[in-house]
């Protein structure tokens, strides 16, 4: 793709951004009464905004004009935080975490595909030379202690040269065996055909009837050669398989990925090339129009002083550096447009005493009627309440302000000149102009301040009164004051280490761990294709695999930008982040006391903050809040951070990218209350359905290097296993696929009993364990907001039933 269809793709997404806007802004103003037309629109408006966010991340990652590139960026992180509101505002509606969109996606004829919700590549590509030092420098302490779990995978375990002498001798025995036994079956047939023929008398057979033999057996084969060849193809044409080449690289795409690179290269050079242009044409910008700035400051606060003077007989007061200075009142504003607005001002406040006075009266008359009609106010309060509001947006503005600015810059902007799309030197002007400005601005306010002074000693004798400042002063003592109570509860334990020591301090006691390399995309599941039909007859179905990555996504990956513990690791790997392992396992023995015990949060959090994004992970966190500990866990203290923790929750800041995952397999071991005050979101991870299945035994075995052909039916595994995890179907087809069974499967295909011997060892989830899981999760405290708005609307349909047949009966 070049530069021009890249920026086609932009203004295509800029209109759809820019209608959508309209479209949100004119329905959010008028209050909803049914919940399922609400639903409706929420739903259309999240999907669209995922097809922007979806496409402007696209456009992001591969334009390479420097200022461009920012607009975007601050646009693309608008439309984020504006899914994310869209996606509340369907839980708090539905009381769910999971929503099926299959009869919209109909609608809008979009693939369920389409709905996937990317995961920015700027996450890690901006921050790709600090990851991998961090990376290097986490190796390094990982070898020197040696718990380098990378290279102890591939470590060769050292044994006695007997033991290995012994081991060669066994597997040249077995060779030599193998090859003896094949000799030998040779000689066995050889001599079974000669007795054979000595029992039937025939000393050779007709060459004749051989050479019809022989093309009879040729002939068949090569029909059913070409009878298989037919049936692929036509198998091929009505779209029931793939090619024979579908699943191969093409050139096209090994040279897009070259293209990428090289677009990559462009995009930082001409990055480097805007930063350096950011410094010297604002040096320039100084040494030639600095001087002038300066002047015309200073000539517009004194025609300011004069015109002031001579319209109220006082020389004004000028504004502190707090409060702005004198930009507070020359905004984009003449002298004469500021002498406009103090006389507008005065006339205002006239008109203010004028109103006061007759709303007087008229309150009083009013008073009388609201008596009379508070009964009716009281019906038509209700009626609002039960009306849905959209809540206030943080994003709308950001996308609007982003919109418009796209508007006045680039929209109708003339780039003939600019081929290869460097930085624009004139945006860079007028930017740095305004930032000029505001700097000489402070300098000129300074001098205007001792001159209106002087002009006051000299015109009207005016003595500014000390009172004010040492009120100032008494003010700021209160703040100091109020710094060094805070002050004293943050306190800083480690005020005299580096962060580098706590780092390797971390990763020593095995807190600070090194996430395994896999991405979401790993994380494979299917479409939930019949959500939206199961909830109209008011069954409640179970999410899929691909509901789960979308969740983990959103509630996981943005706001920082079973396979539970692969999840947590993606997370990792998707945004760079430290993992920090607080389990009850890990932290077992460490730092031991309750003055240990927050040390080692104070040093986790503390890191976690100077090192963001950062992951903190507890694995099996119900131990950390268990009913009643087992006799067996007792000495582990696995309630040690029970307390602590929502302490440590609280001094989060907003703007603090740390994220706390728990993972578990028996929730409901834990107490319920303090479980769901340290977790916002709850997820419960499903058995994988039958299309998850099936999509995640074909995946995963060509991954690892299997072959899918006719004789390992997919179908009958996705059947068969029924009830078991992904994590145990992965086990599974790591353990059948050895490098051995790979090299076989030329003259000898996989087949599906080769996987189903090796399930029967394992476990599945039963249903009966299912449910219990989601009888928990109906107990917490979104899962009970669930069940209640279901019971509250079966009544309210039964009462509709009953109303129509009251009907009916009373026109018989």
């Given at each position: 793709?070049?530069?021009?269809?890249?920026?086609?793709?932009?203004?295509?997404?800029?209109?759809?951004?820019?209608?959508?806007?309209?479209?949100?802004?004119?329905?959010?103003?008028?209050?909803?009464?049914?919940?399922?037309?609400?639903?409706?629109?929420?739903?259309?408006?999240?999907?669209?905004?995922?097809?922007?966010?979806?496409?402007?991340?696209?456009?992001?990652?591969?334009?390479?004009?420097?200022?461009?590139?920012?607009?975007?960026r601050k646009i693309l992180d608008a439309v984020m935080g504006r899914i994310l509101e869209l996606k509340n505002e369907m839980v708090e509606l539905e009381m769910t975490e999971f929503h099926y969109f299959d009869d919209i996606l109909q609608d809008l004829k979009l693939a369920p595909q389409q709905l996937d919700v990317p995961i920015p590549r700027y996450f890690v590509k901006e921050r790709l030379e600090v990851i991998k030092e961090r990376e290097k420098i986490l190796s390094q302490i990982l070898s020197e202690c040696g718990l380098n779990l990378a290279d102890s995978k591939y470590a060769a375990k050292s044994i006695p040269m007997e033991?290995?002498?012994?081991?060669?001798?066994?597997?040249?025995?077995?060779?030599?065996?193998?090859?003896?036994?094949?000799?030998?079956?040779?000689?066995?047939?050889?001599?079974?055909?000669?007795?054979?023929?000595?029992?039937?008398?025939?000393?050779?057979?007709?060459?004749?009837?051989?050479?019809?033999?022989?093309?009879?057996?040729?002939?068949?084969?090569?029909?059913?050669?070409?009878?298989?060849?037919?049936?692929?193809?036509?198998?091929?044409?009505?779209?029931?398989?793939?090619?024979?080449?579908?699943?191969?690289?093409?050139?096209?795409?090994?040279?897009?990925?070259?293209?990428?690179?090289?677009?990559?290269?462009?995009?930082q050079k001409h990055e480097e090339n805007y930063k350096k242009a950011l410094v010297s044409i604002k040096e320039e910008l100084k040494a030639m129009e600095g001087l002038g700035i300066k002047e015309h400051l200073q000539d517009?606060?004194?025609?300011?002083?004069?015109?002031?003077?001579?319209?109220?007989?006082?020389?004004?007061?000028?504004?502190?550096?707090?409060?702005?200075?004198?930009?507070?009142?020359?905004?984009?504003?003449?002298?004469?447009?500021?002498?406009?607005?103090?006389?507008?001002?005065?006339?205002?406040?006239?008109?203010?005493?004028?109103?006061?006075?007759?709303?007087?009266?008229?309150?009083?008359?009013?008073?009388?009627?609201?008596?009379?009609?508070?009964?009716?106010?009281?019906?038509?309060?209700?009626?609002?309440?039960?009306?849905?509001?959209?809540?206030?947006?943080?994003?709308?503005?950001?996308?609007?302000?982003?919109?418009?600015s796209y508007k006045d810059v680039w929209l109708h902007k003339d780039e003939s000149w600019n081929f290869p799309q460097d930085y624009d030197p004139e945006i860079i002007k007028e930017e740095k102009r305004r930032e000029l400005e505001s700097e000489i601005r402070v300098q000129?306010?300074?001098?205007?301040?001792?001159?209106?002074?002087?002009?006051?000693?000299?015109?009207?004798?005016?003595?500014?009164?000390?009172?004010?400042?040492?009120?100032?002063?008494?003010?700021?003592?209160?703040?100091?004051?109020?710094?060094?109570?805070?002050?004293?509860?943050?306190?800083d334990l480690t005020a005299d280490r580096t962060?580098?020591?706590?780092?390797?301090?971390?990763?020593?006691?095995?807190?600070?761990?090194?996430?395994?390399?896999?991405?979401?995309?790993?994380?494979?599941?299917?479409?939930?294709?019949?959500?939206?039909?199961?909830?109209?007859?008011?069954?409640?179905?179970?999410?899929?695999?691909?509901?789960?990555?979308?969740?983990?996504?959103?509630?996981?990956?943005?706001?920082?930008?079973v396979g539970k513990k692969m999840l947590v690791h993606a997370i990792c790997t998707e945004t760079g982040a430290n993992l920090f392992n607080l389990s009850a396992s890990n932290i077992a023995g460490k730092y031991p006391g309750k003055n240990g015990l927050q040390m080692m949060l104070h040093l986790v959090f503390k890191v976690a903050r100077e090192l963001q994004p950062s992951v903190v992970w507890i694995q099996d966190t119900e131990k950390t809040f268990y009913k009643k500990v087992p006799q067996a866990e007792k000495r582990n203290e696995p309630k040690r951070l029970k307390r602590h923790l929502p302490r440590m929750l609280k001094l989060l800041k907003?703007?603090?990218?740390?994220?706390?995952?728990?993972?578990?397999?028996?929730?409901?071991?834990?107490?319920?209350?303090?479980?769901?005050?340290?977790?916002?979101?709850?997820?419960?991870?499903?058995?994988?359905?039958?299309?998850?299945?099936?999509v995640l035994w074909k995946e995963i075995i060509i991954r690892n290097g299997g072959l899918v052909t006719n004789s390992l039916n997919i179908s009958c595994l996705s059947k068969v296993t029924d009830g078991f995890t992904q994590?145990?179907?992965?086990?599974?087809?790591?353990?059948?696929?050895?490098?051995?069974?790979?090299?076989?499967?030329?003259?000898?295909?996989?087949?599906?009993?080769?996987?189903?011997?090796?399930?029967?060892?394992?476990?599945?989830?039963?249903k009966e364990e299912e449910e219990s899981f989601k009888n928990w999760y109906a107990k917490t405290p979104l899962g009970r907001k669930r069940m209640l708005s279901l019971t509250v609307g079966n009544k309210e349909k039964e009462k509709e039933k009953g109303n129509k047949k009251v009907k009916k009966e009373k026109r018989k």
């Open positions: 793709m070049s530069n021009v269809m890249y920026n086609k793709m932009w203004h295509q997404t800029q209109e759809a951004l820019n209608s959508l806007l309209d479209n949100e802004s004119q329905k959010m103003t008028e209050p909803q009464g049914n919940k399922v037309i609400v639903f409706q629109m929420l739903a259309t408006f999240y999907i669209k905004y995922v097809q922007i966010f979806r496409n402007m991340e696209n456009v992001y990652d591969q334009i390479v004009h420097p200022q461009k590139r920012l607009l975007i033991e290995a002498i012994k081991l060669i001798q066994v597997a040249e025995r077995a060779r030599q065996g193998r090859l003896r036994a094949l000799f030998m079956k040779q000689i066995y047939l050889q001599e079974c055909r000669a007795k054979e023929i000595k029992l039937l008398g025939r000393k050779a057979a007709d060459t004749g009837v051989a050479a019809l033999q022989i093309q009879k057996v040729w002939r068949g084969f090569i029909q059913n050669r070409k009878t298989l060849k037919a049936r692929e193809d036509e198998m091929v044409f009505l779209g029931m398989k793939p090619p024979p080449y579908f699943n191969d690289i093409s050139a096209a795409i090994v040279q897009s990925e070259k293209v990428k690179h090289l677009r990559n290269e462009v995009q517009q606060i004194r025609q300011w002083f004069i015109e002031c003077r001579n319209l109220t007989g006082t020389f004004p007061e000028y504004p502190n550096e707090e409060e702005g200075g004198s930009a507070v009142i020359f905004t984009n504003k003449t002298p004469e447009q500021v002498v406009e607005d103090i006389l507008a001002n005065q006339e205002e406040e006239e008109k203010l005493k004028k109103k006061k006075k007759k709303e007087e009266r008229e309150t009083r008359v009013q008073r009388r009627k609201i008596d009379e009609k508070k009964g009716s106010q009281k019906d038509k309060l209700k009626e609002e309440d039960e009306e849905w509001k959209m809540s206030p947006s943080l994003f709308l503005k950001l996308m609007e302000e982003g919109n418009s000129v306010d300074e001098l205007m301040r001792q001159e209106l002074k002087n002009l006051k000693l000299a015109v009207n004798k005016e003595i500014e009164l000390p009172g004010k400042a040492k009120k100032a002063k008494k003010q700021g003592k209160g703040k100091k004051g109020r710094k060094g109570k805070r002050g004293k509860k943050d306190k962060i580098d020591s706590l780092y390797k301090e971390l990763v020593e006691e095995g807190l600070l761990i090194q996430a395994v390399k896999v991405n979401l995309s790993d994380y494979i599941g299917e479409y939930s294709y019949l959500g939206t039909t199961l909830r109209q007859v008011a069954i409640e179905p179970m999410p899929s695999l691909l509901d789960v990555r979308q969740l983990i996504t959103l509630y996981g990956i943005l706001p920082l930008g907003p703007n603090d990218r740390i994220l706390i995952v728990g993972t578990t397999q028996r929730p409901f071991d834990a107490e319920l209350q303090p479980f769901c005050r340290v977790y916002q979101k709850i997820i419960l991870v499903p058995r994988p359905d039958y299309a998850s299945r099936y994590g145990q179907i992965v086990n599974v087809i790591k353990e059948v696929l050895t490098d051995r069974r790979i090299r076989q499967q030329a003259h000898k295909p996989l087949t599906a009993m080769e996987f189903i011997t090796m399930m029967t060892s394992m476990n599945p989830v039963y």
